[in-house]
């Protein structure tokens, strides 16, 4: 460890209590994805924050809630780094306990803890520490987005995100830090499928005849679905939900599933689109049609040399810190490193604090992380 290396660790020992402090504040403002007003306010108050922490700050239109964009040395020489993460969960407001963060046998409580309010509050003071320490290599560029838990319906946020990644010399998304050791250099894409079979109803004893059954027609077309998984090759399709018919003695003239398709590749997007429609065409009940609709999808983080690179560079200043090495996940859950990945740059996701139980009111975080990693990133920035 360097002398600028036990600066960043004074620096980070200085903080704990300020870290502690921020986290508790984010987690106490209760504020849902779907919630715009709620989520305007916390937005803002982040801003604010980070403005008294010198930052010069932007709150750019989404169509929705702002995006947060924040810069410390906008004037440095180099390409920026970036600083991801989301401010919002999925609890709406009221539907937990006020004063919810909590601390016991070192961890921390409450919901959004690890996903990803540790993870806002790690951003900030790498920045924070690496600046107060007088680095002055590259500028940092912070972009907090309000709706990354709703996938940014209704939000031009995905879009932007692209936008803001391009030209930076690198990024590190603060999502949860997984549980098995391991830091995300890839993950797979998403696709939602939303098909309707109608058919035409009649009673099941004087006009079954005469009828369609949408159910029946659905049926045929859950299972040529499901033939299109092949997990040797990444591609994972999935009936998730299943709706139809209205009672047992009536043929059914409507049914509706939603499918979830994952893939490892941006080229099977399109492939599983087109074997999705044809199977759709391809009738085997008379009578009935069917709709198909590809409503959202994300892009895949596809793992790079350049993700791999940064992996590395974090192992290199975890054993000189005498840190255990982190492993390569390429998770099939999806985040915004997908939409950032697009923009050509190196990505490494799930670097926030350690943790577990999101989207749950037992989620919790390993306080400690938050600490050791806060000063692994800062030092590893201080590497590029």
Known sequence: MDQKEEQLKALVEKYRQDMLDFWRELIDFQAGSKEKDRMQTLM???????????????????????????????????????????????????????????LKDGKAYGPGVCDMKGGIVMAVYVAKILTEAGYDQHPLKLVFVPDEEITHQGSRVADMLVEQSRGCLCAFNFETGRMDNCLTVGRKGCMDVWITVHGKAGHVGNAYATSANAIEEMAHKIIALRALTDLEKGRIVSTDIISGGTVSNAVADTCRIEVDCRYDY???????????????ADTQVPGTTTDVEFPAFMPVFERTEGNDKLLSLVNQVAADFGIPAFGAAHPGGCSDASFMAQAGIPIL???GVQGDGAHTLHEYANVETMYERTLLLAAAICRL
């Open 44 to 102: 803002e108050k982040v801003a604010a924050r980070l403005e008294k922490e010198g930052m010069e700050t932007e709150l750019l239109d989404t169509g929705a809630v702002f995006l947060l964009q924040a810069w410390v040395g906008k004037n440095r020489p180099g390409k920026p780094i970036l600083l991801s993460g989301h401010l919002d969960t999925v609890f709406p407001s009221g539907s937990y306990p006020e004063e919810a963060f909590t």
């Open 349 to 351: 996701d799930s670097v």
């Open 266 to 280: 941006n080229e099977d997007k399109d492939k599983l689109q087109e074997a999705i429609r044809a199977l759709c």
